[in-house]
């Protein structure tokens, strides 16, 4: 599954981050980013597949999307 952040639509809420540690992190401001900043889609290995799956659901904004 790929996935792609829009910042734009993030009001850094933090869930993204509490279910999926290993693969969202966030700028000083709290937007979220990759935890692997050089990236700008992700390719989720199937170890964290159920967790961003759920932080897509939950995300408030959509700010994160499947490809």
């Known amino acids: 599954m790929k996935i792609k952040i829009i910042p734009e639509k993030c009001i850094a809420c ?5 279910y999926a540690p290993n ?3 966030y700028y000083d401001d709290g937007i979220v980013k990759f935890y692997d900043t050089t990236l700008d889609n992700l390719d989720v290995s199937n ?7 759920q ?3 939950d995300c408030p904004t959509h700010a ?3 490809l």
């Open 64 to 66: 994160i999307i499947r």
């Open 55 to 57: 932080s897509i659901k």
């Open 14 to 18: 933090g869930l993204c981050h509490s």
């Open 23 to 25: 693969v969202f992190d």
């Open 47 to 53: 170890n964290y597949e159920n967790q961003v799956n």
